[in-house]
């Protein structure tokens, strides 16, 4: 065996051992919402199927109003991730292909936003919240999250590479403000940028426990996470039922993220052929 065959021995059983290392975990979440909670505890560990899974999904539905639990998410998931892909790539493209006063300060001040932990501002947001009498409804989970400084940061690194100026220039020469240089010309090129931040964005939604626990009052508005978490008991837990309400919230991201990505690499392969 050549040295060159061994180095690709060697890289595909990395490759491989990563992707168990990586996978196992959704494999035990399967596992575990099959068997009961004394399975879990059980030494050495059920490495394999049983037979539980349906029980323990029927109790989560009887516990917990999933399915309406599931819609609160899945609406305001959505409707941030849309915002914030629509105001984030317009920020984005200002900051990649425009100049304008102060431009340097704003996105270093925009940058220093990222270093601050958002624990410190649960207070002055819940107040605003308060004042604003959104305290209890979407508006305080959808509002504050439409912009976000990672997404412009994101959107203007992935156009300052990927857009021509000389394109730019084009369309001006044909009359193109700046909205029609953004919607005909920049959208088309970063739509491999626009399928991770939506994929980041989505997901970060979607998992996002602390806010909707502050902000909620209303057991018909509780977000998935939160009516998740109701599944624990004061005394004992059921773990197997806790893992099985984990596994259907966790199904629809696996399934959005395996679109996403499909699109993210045949996006980018159509721009390396027309490259």
Excluded: H
């Amino acid at each position: 065996m050549t040295s060159r065959s061994l180095k690709t021995v060697v890289l595909y059983i990395g490759l491989i051992g990563g992707m168990i290392i990586s996978m196992f975990p959704f494999y035990w979440l399967i596992v575990m919402s099959t068997r009961t909670t004394s399975d879990i505890y059980s030494f050495p560990p059920k490495l394999w199927f049983g037979g539980e899974m349906w029980s323990n999904i029927t109790r989560v539905l009887q516990q917990i109003d999933f399915w309406g639990a599931f819609l609160n998410t899945l609406f305001v998931a959505g409707m941030v991730t849309i915002l914030v892909l629509f105001f984030d790539s317009l920020a984005g493209f200002a900051f990649a292909k425009f100049e304008f006063p102060g431009k340097k300060w704003l996105f270093v001040l925009l940058i220093a936003t990222m270093m601050v932990p958002s624990q410190l501002s649960l207070v002055p947001s819940f107040v605003l919240m308060a004042t604003f009498g959104w305290v209890g409804s979407f508006k305080a989970l959808i509002i504050p999250g439409m912009v976000n400084a990672f997404g412009i940061f994101w959107i203007r690194q992935y156009a300052t590479e990927s857009i021509p100026n000389d394109l730019l220039d084009a369309g001006r020469i044909d009359g193109c403000n700046f909205f029609r240089l953004y919607w005909n010309v920049a959208l088309p090129i970063l739509r491999p940028a626009f399928a991770f931040l939506g994929a980041f964005t989505f997901i970060g939604v979607w998992n996002d426990y602390l806010w909707p626990l502050i902000v909620l009052t209303d057991e018909r508005k509780y977000t998935l996470q939160i009516a998740l978490s109701q599944l624990n008991g004061l005394y004992n837990t059921d773990y197997a039922m806790v893992i099985a309400g984990t596994l259907l919230a966790v199904i629809p991201l696996i399934i959005m993220f395996l679109f996403i990505s499909r699109q993210f690499i045949s996006d980018i392969a159509a721009g390396a052929v027309k490259d």
